[in-house]
C-alpha cells in the first residue's frame, strides 16, 4: 500500500535522486520513494543490542554481489555497460556505500558501549 503526499526535499537530494533516475531509465518520483523506503526499515544503530552492532561492524556484501560488482565495475572501466547494467552497477554501489556508512556508525557505537577499541 502506498499513499500520495506532497513534501518539500532539498535541491541537492533531488540533483542526486535525478541523476540515479536519468542513469537508471525510471522516474524521480520513485528514486525518492526507495530512498524513503530504504530509511524508514533501517533502524537507528544507537537501538541495537550489543550483539547486532557487534555483528553491523563485521558487515561484508554477499559474495554473490561482490562478484557483481567486479564485473560490472570491470565493464565500466572498459566503457562497456549499457543502460541496464549501468542501472545495476548504480544500485551495488548505493548498497555498498550504505553498507560502509552503516558499518562506520556501527563501529562507533561499539567503541562508545567499549564492544570495540578504538582505532586511534
Not at 533516475?21 to 530509511?39: G, K
Not at 544507537?46 to 563485521?58: G, H, P, W
Not at 549499457?82 to 557505537?109: H, S, T
Amino acid at each position: 500500500m502506498t499513499q500520495v503526499m506532497t513534501i518539500e526535499v532539498p535541491d541537492h537530494a533531488v540533483q542526486s535522486a535525478a541523476e540515479i533516475a536519468h542513469r537508471s531509465q525510471r522516474r524521480v518520483e520513485e528514486v525518492l520513494a526507495d530512498w524513503l523506503e530504504w530509511a524508514a526499515t533501517e533502524l537507528p544503530i544507537e537501538t541495537l543490542s550489543d550483539n547486532e552492532v557487534l555483528a553491523l561492524c563485521d558487515l561484508q556484501m554477499g559474495e554473490a554481489e561482490q562478484e557483481k560488482l567486479g564485473d560490472l565495475l570491470a565493464d565500466s572501466r572498459e566503457g562497456t555497460l549499457d543502460a541496464d547494467r549501468r542501472a545495476q552497477l548504480d544500485e551495488l554501489m548505493g548498497m555498498y556505500r550504505q553498507g560502509m556508512i552503516r558499518k562506520a556508525r556501527a563501529l562507533k557505537v561499539a567503541v562508545q558501549r567499549g564492544l570495540r577499541p578504538s582505532l586511534n
